[in-house]
Nanobody, 114 residues
Framework: QVQLVESGGGLVQFGGSLRLSCAASGSADSFYVMGWYRQAPGKQRELVALTTMGGSANYGDSVKGRFTISGDNAKNTVYLQMNGLKPEDTAVYYC????????WGQGTQVTVSS
């Protein structure tokens, strides 16, 4: 059973930066897709960023140019560097991974104060 462990969330001021990490354990294979979604109160879960085993990346429109995703296939770990944070980035950020199945992390809170 694959487990995802997220870290790096917290409280930051407007314009600040945070780096999220997500490490997957329990799989002998490398991930096919791994990345992040987020959900703010009263809103639907939305794509933040995904990366593939081949290294390509896909970003949600609201974070393009500010967030950067990177992955370490050997460690089954992904990182999300978030710069230029805005109050509207406040949400619970969920790690997402595709191995032979689809998996979600427990979520980590990111709060951006104005």
């Amino acid at each position: 059973q694959v487990q995802l462990v997220e870290s790096g969330g917290g409280l930051v001021q407007f314009g600040g930066s945070l780096r999220l990490s997500c490490a997957a354990s329990g799989s002998a294979d490398s991930f096919y897709v791994m990345g992040w979604y987020r959900q703010a109160p009263g809103k639907q879960r939305e794509l933040v960023a995904l990366t593939t085993m081949g290294g390509s990346a896909n970003y949600g429109d609201s974070v393009k140019g500010r967030f950067t995703i990177s992955g370490d296939n050997a460690k089954n770990t992904v990182y999300l560097q978030m710069n230029g944070l805005k109050p509207e980035d406040t949400a619970v950020y969920y790690c997402y991974a595709v191995f032979r199945g689809t998996y979600w992390g427990q979520g980590t809170q990111v709060t951006v104060s104005s």
